[in-house]
Nanobody
Framework: QVQLVESGGGLVLAGGSLRLSCAAS????????MAWYRQAPGKQRELVAG???????NYVDSAKGRFTISRDIAKNTVYLQMNSLKPDDTAVYYC???????????WGQGTQVTVSS
């Protein structure tokens, strides 16, 4: 079993910053992809950013240049630094760890990010 615990969400003004954290525990040794997704009200869940065990990263176009995904291997933790936040970034953000991109993997409980204008 794998447990993912997210933290760092909250309410911020447009232009502000937040850092999300996702701490993993359990049988994670073969989970090579760590990602952040988000779901806004009335919209489908979308990938925001991902990082592999090799350190390769990818971002949704709207996050490029503003968000940075990183990981601390020793702490089994993945971070999402979000800068220059916009109201359109408002959503529940979910952490997701999996063996590869084709898998559903494990999900955190979600953390609310609200950006006010």
């Amino acid at each position: 079993q794998v447990q993912l615990v997210e933290s760092g969400g909250g309410l911020v003004l447009a232009g502000g910053s937040l850092r999300l954290s996702c701490a993993a525990s359990g049988n994670i040794f073969n989970l090579n992809v760590m990602a952040w997704y988000r779901q806004a009200p009335g919209k489908q869940r979308e990938l925001v950013a991902g990082i592999t065990s090799a350190g390769n990263t990818n971002y949704v176009d709207s996050a490029k240049g503003r968000f940075t995904i990183s990981r601390d291997i020793a702490k089994n933790t993945v971070y999402l630094q979000m800068n220059s936040l916009k109201p359109d970034d408002t959503a529940v953000y979910y952490c997701n760890w999996k063996t590869d991109w084709s898998r559903n993997g494990y999900w955190g409980q979600g953390t609310q990010v609200t950006v006010s204008s």
